[in-house]
C-alpha cells in the first residue's frame, strides 16, 4: 500500500465531481474519442493499407488492442481516483513521472488543436461565400495561411486565424471552467448529436453525387494481399490507439469522475464500437466526395484520395465548388469538424487542468485560469503566425510517435508488468462491469498491445532516423521534434518531484477499495437472485 508522503496537519479534502450518470460519461468519452483523425485520417488509411481487406485487421485491433487498452486506462481513473498523475501517484510514488508525462503530451497536442478547429470554423464561413475561387490549394496555403518560405518562427500574425483561435480558446475555458456536468457533459450533449446529424447528412448527400460508387468501389474494393504486410497491421492498430483517445490520460481523468457503481466494461464497448462506427461512416462520406471529385476532373480516384489537412482544405473545398448544393456539403463537412475538434479539445485540456488541480490543490475555477491562459498565449503565438503549419506538422508528428506511443507502453509496462496490477485491475473491472474482463484481457493487455506499440515505435524510430522528416532544416527538427521530446520526459520528471499539496492525498488503501468493491458486487448479485426470484415466482402464479 502507498502511503502519503505529506506531514503536518491534513488541510480540508478536496471534493471530486462527477459525471451526472453513466450515459453522460459515455458521451463525453464518445465525443472525445470521435475526432478530426475519424474524419480526415481514417479513410485514407483504410485505402491505403487493403481497402475493404483493411477492415479485417481494422476489426482485431479494436477487439484486442484498443478496447483492453480503453478498459485498462477506465480502470485505473475509476479504481485510483484522480487525475493521471495522482492515479498513478496512488499506484506507486515512482509512476507519478508517467501521468505528468502523459499531462504534457495533452499540454502540446492542445496547443496546436485549437488553430484547427479555427481553420475549420473559418473554413465553414468560406464555403458559403466560395472565398477560394477556382485554386483550393493556393487559397489555403497563400490566401489564408500566409505561409513563410522561412522554416522558423517569424512573429508574422494573420488576423484571420488569430481570432478565430481566440474565440476557440474563450470558449474551451468556459466550457471547463463550468465544471464536469454544467461544462463537459453539457456541451458534448449540444454537439454530439449536432455534429452525428450533420455528418449524416453530408454522408447522404455526398452518395448522390455523380461518381460517389466508383470512390466507394476504390475504397472497399480488397487487396487481401495487403493482409500479409506487417505495416497494414501496424497502420490498424496505430489508427484505433489514435482515433480512442487512449494511453495519454483523457480517459484515466474522465473515469475518475464516474461513480462508484459504474459499468465500465459496458461503457467502454459503446464507447469503443461508436468510434468505430463513426470512422467506417467517414470513411464512406469522404470516398463517395472524392469519387465524384475524381470524375469531374477525369481522372482517377487514386489521384484524389488524400488525408489530413489536404483532404480538409484542398480537396473538400475543390469538391464543394463543383458539387450540386456545395455549399451545404461545406457547411456541413466543416461543422462536423468544428464539434468533433472542439470535444476532443475540451477533453485534452481537461487533462491538463486536472493535473494541476490535483497537485496544487485549487478550485476547479482557478485551475482552469491557470492552465488555459498560459496555453492560449504560447497557443496565439505560434500557430496563427506565417510559419504556424511548420510548427504544428512537426509537434503533431512527434507528440503522437514518440508521446503517446511511447508513453501508453511505458505505462502497460510500468504498472502492469513491474508493479503486477493487471490481475487486481481484471478483478476490478469484473466485479463492477456486466461483461467481466478475464484472463483474455490481461493477455491482450499485458502482451498482445505492448508487442503491437514496440513494433511501431521501432519501425518509425528506424524511419525518422534515416532521414530529417519533412525535408526540413536538420536544427529546427532537432529543436521543435526530438527536442520536445526528451523536454516532455524531463519536465515530467522535475513535476513529480515537486511537492503534493495538503490537501491531496497520494496514499491508497488497496484493501479498503477492494472490500468496497466486493459490496457493491455483492450487492449486485442479491439484487438479480431477488430479481430472478420475483420473475420465477410471477411464471408459477401465472
Given at each position: 500500500?502507498t502511503?502519503?508522503?505529506?506531514?503536518?496537519?491534513p488541510q480540508?479534502?478536496?471534493?471530486?465531481e462527477?459525471?451526472?450518470?453513466?450515459n453522460?460519461f459515455i458521451?463525453?468519452?464518445?465525443?472525445?474519442?470521435?475526432?478530426?483523425?475519424?474524419?480526415?485520417r481514417?479513410?485514407?488509411?483504410a485505402?491505403e493499407?487493403?481497402?475493404?481487406a483493411?477492415?479485417v485487421?481494422?476489426?482485431?485491433?479494436?477487439?484486442?488492442?484498443g478496447i483492453?487498452?480503453?478498459?485498462?486506462?477506465?480502470?485505473?481513473?475509476?479504481?485510483y481516483?484522480g487525475?493521471?498523475?495522482?492515479?498513478?501517484?496512488?499506484?506507486?510514488?515512482?509512476l507519478e513521472?508517467i501521468?505528468?508525462?502523459?499531462?504534457l503530451?495533452?499540454f502540446?497536442?492542445?496547443?496546436?488543436?485549437?488553430v484547427?478547429?479555427?481553420?475549420?470554423?473559418?473554413?465553414?464561413i468560406?464555403s458559403?461565400?466560395?472565398a477560394?475561387?477556382?485554386?483550393?490549394?493556393?487559397f489555403f496555403?497563400?490566401d489564408?495561411?500566409?505561409?513563410?518560405?522561412?522554416?522558423?518562427f517569424?512573429?508574422?500574425?494573420v488576423?484571420?486565424?488569430f481570432?478565430?483561435e481566440?474565440?476557440?480558446?474563450?470558449?474551451?475555458f468556459?466550457v471547463?471552467y463550468?465544471?464536469?456536468n454544467?461544462?463537459?457533459?453539457g456541451?458534448n450533449?449540444?454537439?454530439?448529436?449536432?455534429?452525428?446529424?450533420?455528418f449524416v447528412?453530408?454522408?447522404?448527400?455526398?452518395?448522390?453525387?455523380p461518381?460517389?460508387m466508383?470512390g466507394l468501389?476504390a475504397?472497399?474494393?480488397?487487396?487481401?494481399?495487403?493482409l500479409?504486410?506487417g505495416?497494414?497491421?501496424?497502420?490498424?492498430?496505430?489508427?484505433?490507439?489514435?482515433?480512442?483517445?487512449?494511453?495519454?490520460g483523457?480517459?484515466?481523468?474522465y473515469?475518475?469522475y464516474?461513480?462508484?457503481?459504474?459499468?465500465?466494461t459496458?461503457?467502454?464497448?459503446?464507447?469503443g464500437?461508436?468510434?468505430?462506427?463513426?470512422e467506417?461512416l467517414?470513411?464512406?462520406?469522404?470516398?463517395?466526395?472524392?469519387?465524384f471529385?475524381?470524375?469531374a476532373a477525369?481522372?482517377?480516384?487514386d489521384?484524389?484520395a488524400?488525408?489530413?489537412?489536404?483532404?480538409?482544405f484542398?480537396a473538400?473545398?475543390?469538391?464543394?465548388s463543383?458539387?450540386?448544393?456545395?455549399?451545404l456539403?461545406?457547411?456541413?463537412f466543416?461543422?462536423?469538424?468544428?464539434?468533433?475538434?472542439?470535444?476532443?479539445?475540451?477533453?485534452?485540456?481537461?487533462v491538463?487542468?486536472?493535473g494541476?488541480?490535483?497537485k496544487?490543490?485549487?478550485?476547479?475555477?482557478v485551475a482552469?485560469l491557470?492552465?488555459i491562459?498560459?496555453?492560449?498565449?504560447?497557443s496565439?503565438?505560434l500557430?496563427p503566425?506565417?510559419?504556424?503549419?511548420?510548427f504544428?506538422?512537426v509537434?503533431?508528428a512527434f507528440?503522437?510517435?514518440?508521446?503517446?506511443?511511447?508513453?501508453?507502453l511505458?505505462?502497460?509496462?510500468c504498472?502492469?508488468?513491474?508493479?503486477g496490477?493487471l490481475p487486481?485491475f481484471?478483478?476490478?473491472?469484473?466485479?463492477?462491469?456486466s461483461?467481466?474482463?478475464n484472463w483474455?484481457?490481461?493477455?491482450?493487455?499485458?502482451a498482445i498491445v505492448?508487442l503491437?506499440l514496440?513494433?511501431?515505435?521501432y519501425?518509425?524510430?528506424?524511419?525518422?532516423l534515416s532521414?530529417?522528416?519533412?525535408?526540413?532544416?536538420?536544427?529546427f527538427?532537432?529543436?521543435?521534434?526530438?527536442?520536445?521530446?526528451?523536454?516532455?520526459?524531463?519536465?515530467?520528471?522535475?513535476?513529480?518531484?515537486?511537492?503534493?499539496?495538503?490537501?491531496i492525498?497520494?496514499g491508497?488503501?488497496?484493501?479498503?477499495?477492494?472490500a468496497?468493491v466486493?459490496e457493491i458486487?455483492?450487492?449486485r448479485?442479491?439484487?438479480?437472485?431477488d430479481?430472478?426470484?420475483?420473475?420465477?415466482?410471477?411464471?408459477a402464479t401465472?
Open positions: 500500500m502511503v502519503s508522503h505529506e506531514v503536518g496537519t480540508p479534502r478536496q471534493k471530486r462527477f459525471f451526472g450518470s453513466r453522460m458521451l463525453a468519452a464518445i465525443g472525445s474519442a470521435v475526432g478530426l483523425g475519424n474524419i480526415w481514417f479513410p485514407y488509411v485505402y493499407n487493403g481497402g475493404g483493411f477492415i485487421p481494422y476489426v482485431i485491433a479494436v477487439v484486442c488492442a483492453p487498452l480503453l478498459f485498462f486506462d477506465y480502470v485505473i481513473g475509476h479504481r481516483g487525475s493521471a498523475p495522482l492515479s498513478m501517484a496512488r499506484i506507486s510514488r515512482w513521472t501521468g505528468w508525462w502523459q499531462v503530451i495533452c502540446i497536442i492542445g496547443l496546436y488543436y485549437a484547427i478547429v479555427a481553420w475549420a470554423a473559418m473554413f465553414m468560406y458559403i461565400t466560395g477560394w475561387g477556382d485554386d483550393a490549394n493556393g496555403f497563400n489564408f495561411l500566409q505561409m513563410s518560405d522561412t522554416v522558423a517569424t512573429g508574422e500574425f488576423g484571420h486565424i481570432w478565430p481566440l474565440m476557440v480558446w474563450v470558449v474551451t468556459i471547463i463550468l465544471g464536469v454544467k461544462g463537459i457533459a456541451a450533449l449540444i454537439f454530439m448529436p449536432l455534429l452525428v446529424i450533420m447528412i453530408m454522408v447522404v448527400q455526398a452518395l448522390f453525387l461518381g460517389a466508383d468501389n475504397l472497399f474494393t480488397p487487396d487481401w494481399s495487403a500479409g504486410r505495416e497494414v497491421w501496424a497502420a490498424a492498430v496505430g489508427q484505433i490507439f489514435f482515433s480512442l483517445s487512449v494511453g495519454f483523457i480517459m484515466i481523468t473515469a475518475s464516474l461513480k462508484r457503481k459504474s459499468d465500465l459496458g461503457s467502454g464497448l459503446v464507447v464500437f461508436s468510434n468505430s462506427a463513426f467506417i467517414a470513411g464512406i462520406g469522404v470516398f463517395a466526395a472524392l469519387g471529385m475524381a470524375q477525369g481522372t482517377t480516384v489521384e484524389t488524400t488525408s489530413g489537412i489536404g483532404l480538409a484542398v473538400f473545398p475543390t469538391i464543394i463543383q458539387a450540386p448544393l456545395g455549399a456539403i461545406g457547411v456541413l466543416f461543422g462536423s469538424l468544428v464539434f468533433a475538434g472542439f470535444t476532443s479539445m475540451v477533453s485534452i485540456i481537461e491538463v487542468v486536472a494541476v488541480r490535483d496544487l490543490g485549487l478550485t476547479r475555477q482552469s491557470v492552465v491562459v498560459p496555453m492560449a498565449i504560447i496565439l503565438l500557430f503566425t506565417t510559419a504556424g503549419l511548420y504544428l506538422d509537434f503533431d507528440v503522437n510517435q514518440y508521446g503517446i506511443l511511447a508513453a501508453a511505458v505505462a502497460i509496462i504498472v502492469g508488468w513491474i508493479c496490477k487486481l481484471s478483478r476490478h473491472l469484473s466485479k463492477l462491469s461483461i467481466p474482463a483474455v484481457w490481461i493477455l491482450f493487455v499485458g505492448p503491437a514496440a513494433y511501431m515505435l519501425t518509425q524510430l528506424t524511419k525518422d532521414s530529417v522528416y519533412g525535408g526540413y532544416p536538420p536544427e527538427v532537432a529543436v521543435f521534434g526530438w527536442g520536445m521530446v526528451i523536454a516532455l520526459v524531463v519536465v515530467a520528471i522535475i513535476l513529480a518531484a515537486l511537492p503534493w499539496s495538503r490537501r492525498d497520494t491508497f488503501d488497496e484493501a479498503a477499495e477492494d468496497e466486493d458486487y455483492e450487492a448479485l442479491a439484487r438479480e437472485r430479481e430472478r426470484s420475483a420473475t420465477n415466482g410471477t411464471e401465472s
